[in-house]
């Protein structure tokens, strides 16, 4: 099966038109901005907050699916040091990924499932901030009624890597029809821990356990704060989130068994809801060394870290 392709050299897009969703991948930041599922009664369903839009709104986010990486979320002022002395600094929060150029290096548009693939490479700019040598690899695949992202972060440094990752795509609420307050959010079933956070979304040492059974009632005085849920431990495939329409006619699944952590925030009355899976969160109240932030990785030298989140239709 053929997947047509195309490629928007003036604004850097990928257009893969599959048999069931049209994907649009940006090469800045290699972030997902447009989902289309072409339903086969309804037609076509953008998925996505801004589905395929480049033009900043007037109003609310101005972002779509960003990865996040080196970390999570924020550090105190931009800027943190290792327990060894290390500096590290970024220009916003999230890292610097989403402000990166990245390259294709594969676009396989003849099986059973399109797929692109992006790389980047540690380089000047990046070692300004970040003082370590990485490969990050992101993948796309296309499937009739989901889309899957694959991210590799190879360590090539000779010592080891500590980093954060996450993924923070943006949905229509609702994805057809009714308001936002309607929507249902399911979050994985099982007992989770909602960690507190103060007014900079800084981690606060407090936690609250809670049964994930049934519909999670968000606010959007909570949602602006950020929903954060540690869901470690939950069995891999327990990981689990969904977002549907009131009526429950049309929704979103999210599957985030590589991630231990999960985030859902938005604009407080904007008509999207992010569902992030993460590994790591923001800093703590009190700043700790970099290496030891909450869910920091720390990669040998030599070796790569695999991890997979899946994007499904509920209808």
């Not at 907050?49 to 480049?54: C, E, F, P, S």
């Not at 709104?57 to 002022?77: N, S, T, Y």
């Not at 009624?145 to 090539?156: D, G, P, Y």
Request: a negative charge; aromatic letters at 10%; hydrophobic letters at 35%.
């Amino acid at each position: 099966m053929s997947f047509p392709r195309r490629f928007d050299a003036e604004r850097g897009l990928d257009h893969v038109r599959g048999p069931g969703f049209d994907v649009t991948v940006s090469r800045q930041g290699a972030e997902l901005i447009g989902l289309t599922w072409r339903h086969p009664r309804f037609g076509p369903v953008p998925l996505l907050w801004r589905n395929g839009l480049t033009d900043p709104p007037p109003r609310f986010w101005k972002d779509h699916a960003p990865i996040l990486f080196p970390i999570v979320g924020g550090i105190h002022h931009l800027k943190s040091v290792t327990t060894g002395g290390q500096k590290i600094w970024f220009k916003k929060h999230h890292g610097f990924v989403r402000h990166s150029t990245l390259e294709l290096i594969n676009a396989d548009l003849q099986a059973g499932s399109a797929e692109l693939a992006y790389r980047l490479a540690a380089n000047d700019e990046t070692l300004s901030m970040y003082p370590w040598l990485f490969t990050l690899d992101v993948v796309y695949e296309v499937h009739p009624e989901q889309l899957q992202q694959t991210i590799t972060v190879t360590n090539l440094d000779d010592e080891p890597l500590p980093f954060q990752l996450g993924w923070h795509p943006g949905f229509n609420t609702p994805l057809r029809r009714g308001e936002k307050s309607g929507c249902r959010l399911r979050l994985p079933q099982g007992r989770l821990r909602l960690m507190a956070n103060d007014e900079q979304c800084h981690l606060t040492g407090q936690c609250q356990e809670i049964d994930g059974a049934g519909d999670f009632a968000f606010t959007e005085t909570g949602l602006s704060r950020t929903y954060m849920f540690d869901v470690s431990g939950l069995a891999p495939e327990a990981r689990v989130v969904e977002l549907l329409n009131p009526d429950e006619s049309l929704g979103v699944r999210l599957r985030f068994g590589d991630y231990p952590h999960l985030g859902v925030w938005s604009d407080a009355n904007a008509p999207f809801i992010c569902l992030e899976a993460w590994q790591g969160m923001d800093d703590s109240a009190v700043q700790e060394p970099f290496d030891r932030k909450f869910g920091m990785v720390l990669l040998p030298p030599g070796q790569s870290d695999t991890r997979r989140v899946t994007i499904e239709v509920i209808s």
